[in-house]
């Protein structure tokens, strides 16, 4: 059923399944959950991504990455990208916290990337 649908919403996934079978898996909508592998945020979720874990943040989740973790964010999602982690910005509002957090703005059409405390390389 979720294969098919295109867009899903928050409300529709705790409508429609329960919170275990969606955190089985991988999808988060609410709470807060700690995350090493592939996983969905929508909603209300807060999320920490560590290791080589994906997030796809949508709706007013928010994510904290670390490691080499990578997140595509969407809606008004937070994301606070560290260390190696990658970031694709599809709200035009995300930006390297510390680290070498690499993030990749699409409102902007800028990759900015964060080296220790005192360089910042923006790519047009």
């Known amino acids: 059923m979720l294969r098919t649908a295109r867009i899903v919403d928050a409300e529709y996934l705790e409508d429609n399944f329960d919170e275990e079978d969606l955190a089985e898996a991988g999808i988060y909508t609410q709470k807060y959950h700690e995350v090493t592998t592939t996983s969905f945020a929508y909603g209300s979720a807060t999320v920490k991504a560590y290791d ?73």
Do not use: C, M
């Open 52 to 124: 080589s874990a994906t997030v796809k943040a949508y709706g007013s989740a928010t994510v904290e990455a670390y490691d080499s973790a990578t997140v595509k964010a969407y809606g008004s999602a937070t994301v606070k990208a560290y260390e190696n982690s990658y970031v694709e910005d599809l709200t035009g509002n995300i930006r390297p916290q510390s680290g070498y957090a690499v993030i990749k703005d699409y409102y902007n059409h800028k990759i900015y990337i964060k080296k220790g405390r005192y360089q910042i390389i923006e790519v047009d």
